[in-house]
């Protein structure tokens, strides 16, 4: 499948299925960069013990998305 094929099918989707794709592709190109995998260890341990994201993060998080079009 080609990238405009990709294009032409996500503008198809819902805005909330468009998201979970553009992180799933934001992970797949991150997948090998050096300490990224701890770093998703890292963030994982500390949810089990119960921290959130914290608001500053969160609003990041969300100018990102905007930057992107999401």
Known sequence: ?????????????????????????RH???RNEPGYTAGLDAERDQ?????????TELRRIAGELDRAGL
């Open 1 to 25: 499948m080609s990238v405009a094929e990709i294009k032409s099918e996500m503008a198809k989707l819902p805005p909330g299925e468009m998201v979970h794709l553009a992180a799933y592709a």
């Open 28 to 30: 797949l190109a991150r």
């Open 47 to 55: 949810m089990e013990k119960g921290d959130r994201i914290s608001g």
